[in-house]
């Protein structure tokens, strides 16, 4: 992983408050914006989680990382659903 344990802490500690079981099941059920068009429920929920932690705690430091390096990141902090 191409992310720095400190990234990788910083991102947790801002998605451990919603990653919450009223979320999981709201996506499992499909009750999200768009819904119909998510081909890959595991990914939309993960980056749906790190956009609300990036608006809610402000840019992360990602330079240098691309879309691939932190979607590893997420899948070691969220777990599937």
Known sequence: M???PELRSTVADAIAPVDTQANRDRYRSGDFPRSDRTKDLDKRYRWDLY?????????FHTTGLNDAHIDTMLRSIVAPL
């Open 51 to 59: 956009y609300h932690a990036h608006d809610t705690v402000g840019p």
């Open 2 to 4: 191409k992310a720095s």
